[in-house]
């Protein structure tokens, strides 16, 4: 065969892999896994491209396959080093893969252990501020976390935050999800001291970021109130249980399920500082909401027994309806 005419095949066959490949994402992407599977498999078969290999244990992965998975991502780790060398992001990018699988699979340990040569890779590639680094990092407090190894895992936690703080500096909207995790993990192991100071910022990135009633700030204003609660710094709790149930009722309305629970919060606030009048008058509203849920519940159930011809089995709901409706 001339040089012109093996140049040509190889063309040819590279166009046909291209296609393949391109045939197999789109299924993929489509959410045909079977004939995506098929196609991934059809090109392995004609060659071991580490492309390939990744988006068959990405395909895997999505389907929570992770034994599946698994083998494919130790074999594109060994395709990457051939391929790009034992140091290269590609390597570390497989290695993240597989930890995320064997976490899947329980086994914690093993999952640390990648993360950990990823962030050796990642540290030498790209430098001590990268992005990938902060991802590390968050991976390894949350794997840390699963073994309940909490001090380890804050530790980590804190050094994606310093991270991520060192390349945007301290307000920038995209730290929310470190503030949160790290906050969420003291809140968690009762450090409300160490969690306060992140609540607080997390706040005031969201009120800059979103406006001050904006239902983003709903999860950091529940949680801020209840890290005062907890330091029984009732003077600093109580603006911020109100501004939390005042947006509830801007957000979802004033008998929304949502609005109870927070009223219940609030009970329990005002009843542990003996300010027992307040708790009352909350605890009614609450009820009154959950008695107007669940009178609309056991309507919308009978309803559907009338539309249906069972007015037999409508009864009892229509009955029980209108006694919580004449209920005082």
């Given at each position: 065969?001339?040089?012109?005419?093996?140049?040509?095949?190889?063309?040819?066959?590279?166009?046909?892999?291209?296609?393949?490949?391109?045939?197999?994402?789109?299924?993929?992407?489509?959410?045909?896994?079977?004939?995506?599977?098929?196609?991934?498999?059809?090109?392995?078969?004609?060659?071991?491209?580490?492309?390939?290999?990744?988006?068959?244990?990405?395909?895997?992965?999505?389907?929570?396959?992770?034994?599946?998975?698994?083998?494919?991502?130790?074999?594109?780790?060994?395709?990457?080093?051939?391929?790009?060398?034992?140091?290269?992001?590609?390597?570390?990018?497989?290695l993240i893969d597989l930890a995320r699988v064997t976490r899947n699979l329980s086994r914690f340990r093993e999952a640390i252990f990648s993360v950990q040569r990823a962030i050796r890779i990642h540290h030498k590639a790209l430098g001590p501020q990268s992005s990938?680094?902060?991802?590390?990092?968050?991976?390894?407090?949350?794997?840390?976390?699963?073994?309940?190894?909490?001090?380890?895992?804050?530790?980590?936690?804190?050094?994606?935050?310093?991270?991520?703080?060192?390349?945007?500096?301290?307000?920038?909207?995209?730290?929310?999800?470190?503030?949160?995790?790290?906050?969420?993990?003291?809140?968690?192991?009762?450090?409300?001291?160490?969690?306060?100071?992140?609540?607080?910022?997390?706040?005031?990135?969201?009120?800059?970021?979103?406006?001050?009633?904006?239902?983003?700030?709903?999860?950091?204003?529940?949680?801020?109130?209840?890290?005062?609660?907890?330091?029984?710094?009732?003077?600093?709790?109580?603006?911020?249980?109100?501004?939390?149930?005042?947006?509830?009722?801007?957000?979802?309305?004033?008998?929304?399920?949502?609005?109870?629970?927070?009223?219940?919060?609030?009970?329990?606030?005002?009843?542990?500082?003996?300010?027992?009048?307040?708790?009352?008058?909350?605890?009614?509203?609450?009820?009154?909401?959950?008695?107007?849920?669940?009178?609309?519940?056991?309507?919308?159930?009978?309803?559907?027994?009338?539309?249906?011809?069972?007015?037999?089995?409508?009864?009892?709901?229509?009955?029980?309806?209108?006694?919580?409706?004449?209920?005082?």
């Open positions: 065969m001339g040089m012109r005419t093996y140049t040509l095949a190889t063309l040819l066959f590279c166009r046909a892999a291209v296609a393949q490949e391109d045939a197999g994402t789109t299924a993929f992407r489509l959410g045909n896994y079977v004939e995506a599977e098929q196609v991934f498999l059809a090109a392995l078969a004609e060659q071991e491209a580490p492309e390939t290999v990744r988006r068959l244990a990405d395909l895997y992965s999505t389907q929570a396959r992770n034994s599946a998975a698994e083998p494919l991502l130790i074999r594109l780790i060994g395709l990457c080093e051939d391929k790009y060398g034992g140091e290269s992001v590609e390597v570390a990018s497989a990938e680094l902060v991802k590390d990092f968050s991976l390894l407090g949350l794997m840390f976390t699963d073994l309940q190894e909490f001090d380890e895992a804050a530790k980590w936690y804190l050094e994606a935050l310093r991270t991520a703080e060192m390349a945007v500096g301290p307000s920038d909207p995209s730290l929310l999800p470190n503030l949160d995790s790290l906050a969420t993990l003291y809140r968690n192991m009762r450090r409300y001291s160490d969690a306060e100071p992140l609540y607080r910022r997390a706040l005031t990135i969201r009120e800059r970021k979103f406006g001050p009633m904006d239902p983003e700030l709903l999860s950091t204003l529940d949680n801020l109130a209840y890290i005062f609660f907890g330091q029984k710094k009732y003077a600093q709790a109580d603006p911020v249980y109100r501004r939390l149930l005042q947006l509830w009722e801007k957000a979802a309305g004033f008998d929304h399920p949502m609005l109870a629970l927070t009223l219940d919060k609030m009970v329990e606030f005002y009843v542990d500082q003996e300010k027992f009048s307040e708790a009352e008058c909350l605890a009614e509203r609450a009820l009154a909401i959950r008695r107007k849920s669940l009178v609309e519940s056991l309507e919308r159930s009978a309803k559907v027994y009338e539309e249906d011809q069972k007015p037999v089995m409508a009864l009892p709901f229509t009955e029980r309806a209108a006694a919580l409706k004449a209920e005082p």
